[in-house]
C-alpha cells in the first residue's frame, strides 16, 4: 500500500511538471479595462497608509480604476485613520462600512455590488505591490473565454529558520497554483491576489451554499466558477509585476492558527478536483509519517524510510523548480529538505486538528 501511495503521488507531481504554459496566460500587452479594485479589511491600522501608498504607485491611468474598501467592523480604528487618508489621496477611493454581516465573503460580496467596472481585482490590506500588478492582472482578460485570473503571492519578511520554511510551504501552494490551473485544474486560489469579471461573479453565486463557512473566500469562488463556465476560464498571470508580497507570521502560534484555518474549510470543498489531489498529498504525508513509526516499531527498515523520504523530497524539489525565478526563495534545496522532515508531521496533525478546533481570526471563531 505505501508504495502504490507514492507511485500515484509521483504519477501527480510528473503530470503537473510536464504541464505547458496554456493559450489562457495571455501575453497581451495593451489591453486595457476599467477596474475596481475591492478591499475587505479589519483592524488593519498599522498597515493602511503602506496599502493607500502602494495602490496611488500603480502605473495604470488612475481615472482607469477605482478603489472600494470595505470595513469588517474594525476596532482599532482603522475606518477613522482612511477617512483622513482619503483626503489626501488623489486616488478614487469608495470607502463603506459593512453593517449587519460579517465576514471576508459578506465584504467582498458588498464591494462587488457597489463596483462601478466589469473587472475585480481583490486583495489583503497587509500586502504590497509591484507598480505594475493591475496592468499585468488584467492584461489576462483580453481574452473573454477567461473569467477569473490568479496572481502570484510572495511571503516576505523572513527573520529566522521558521519564517524561511513558510517561504518555502508558501511556494509549494504558488507551484501546485500555477500548475494545477495549466492543466485546467485550477484547485486553489489566494485571496491576496485575485481577479474575476463581475458579471461572473453574479451569475456563479459562488457563496451560496458556503457562506456559513467564515473563511475561503478565494477558493470557494474559484470552484463555482469551474462548475458554472467550465475548467478553461481560469488563468494565472505568470508576469513578475503580477506578484503580491504579503509578511511572514511572525510566532509559531499565529502560523499554526493560520495553517488550522486553512485546513478547516477543506472540509466543505465539493471541488472533485481539489479532493482528489489534495487526497493524494495528504496520503503521501500521511505514508512517511506511517513508515516513520514502523521504523521506531521495527515494522519498516530504516533503508526503507529513507528512500521513501528522499523520492518524495526529490519529487517536492521537481515541483518548486517549475516556479520562475522570481518566486523562488532563496537556499531552496536546503531549506526544501528541513520542510520535508517536518512537513509530514504537522500537516498531518493540522488536518487532523482542523476537524475538531474552531480557529480564531482577529477575534472572531472561525
Known amino acids: 500500500m505505501i508504495g502504490f501511495i507514492f507511485l500515484i503521488y509521483a504519477i ?15 501575453t497581451a500587452r495593451d489591453y486595457l479595462e476599467s477596474v475596481s479594485v475591492v478591499i475587505a479589511y479589519r483592524n488593519e491600522q498599522n498597515n493602511l497608509a503602506q496599502l493607500i501608498k502602494g495602490i496611488n504607485e500603480q502605473t495604470i491611468d488612475k481615472s482607469n480604476f477605482e478603489l472600494i474598501l470595505v470595513n469588517d467592523h474594525s476596532t482599532d480604528g482603522s475606518f ?23 465576514g471576508k465573503k459578506a465584504a467582498i460580496s458588498f464591494g462587488v455590488k457597489h463596483a462601478n467596472n466589469n473587472l475585480i481585482i481583490c486583495t489583503d490590506a497587509d500586502c504590497e505591490f509591484e507598480p505594475g500588478w493591475i496592468e499585468t492582472m488584467i492584461q489576462q482578460f483580453s481574452s473573454k473565454a477567461i473569467k477569473m485570473v490568479l496572481g502570484p503571492v510572495k511571503l516576505t519578511g523572513s ?12 511556494s509549494v501552494l504558488i507551484a501546485m497554483t500555477l500548475l494545477t490551473c495549466r492543466r485546467n485544474r485550477a484547485i486553489m486560489s489566494n485571496g491576496a491576489n485575485y481577479a474575476f469579471r463581475k458579471a461572473a461573479f453574479k451569475q456563479s453565486n459562488a457563496y451560496t451554499d458556503n457562506f456559513d463557512v ?23 498571470s505568470m508576469k513578475k509585476d503580477s506578484v503580491v508580497s504579503t509578511k511572514t507570521k511572525d510566532n509559531y502560534s499565529s502560523f499554526v492558527e493560520q495553517r488550522i484555518r ?10 472533485r478536483d481539489t479532493v482528489k489531489i489534495g487526497s493524494v498529498i495528504f496520503l503521501a504525508n500521511l505514508a512517511i509519517l506511517v513508515v516513520f513509526v514502523g521504523v521506531i516499531f521495527q515494522q519498516f527498515s530504516l533503508q526503507f524510510f529513507l528512500g521513501c523520504f ?22 531552496i534545496v536546503k531549506w526544501a529538505f528541513l520542510l520535508s522532515i517536518l512537513y509530514p508531521f504537522y500537516s498531518v496533525g493540522i488536518a487532523l486538528v482542523s476537524l475538531f478546533y474552531r480557529p ?6 472561525i
Do not use: Y
Open 310 to 331: 528522499l523520492f518524495k523530497w526529490v519529487l517536492d524539489l521537481l515541483l518548486l523548480q517549475q516556479l520562475p525565478l522570481f518566486l523562488r526563495p532563496n537556499s
Open 360 to 365: 480564531q481570526w482577529k477575534g472572531r471563531k
Open 214 to 236: 467564515n473563511t475561503g473566500d478565494d477558493v470557494f469562488l474559484l470552484h463555482s466558477f469551474k462548475r458554472e463556465f467550465g475548467k478553461d476560464c481560469i488563468a494565472f
Open 159 to 170: 527573520k529566522g529558520w521558521s519564517q524561511k520554511l513558510q517561504e518555502v510551504e508558501f
Open 80 to 102: 477613522e485613520l482612511i477617512q483622513n487618508l482619503i483626503t489626501t489621496s488623489q486616488l478614487t477611493i469608495r470607502h463603506f462600512n459593512l453593517d449587519g454581516t460579517e
Open 262 to 271: 486553512w485546513a478547516s474549510k477543506s472540509k466543505s470543498f465539493k471541488d
Open 12 to 26: 501527480m507531481i510528473g503530470w503537473l511538471i510536464l504541464s505547458k504554459q496554456s493559450q489562457q496566460e495571455s
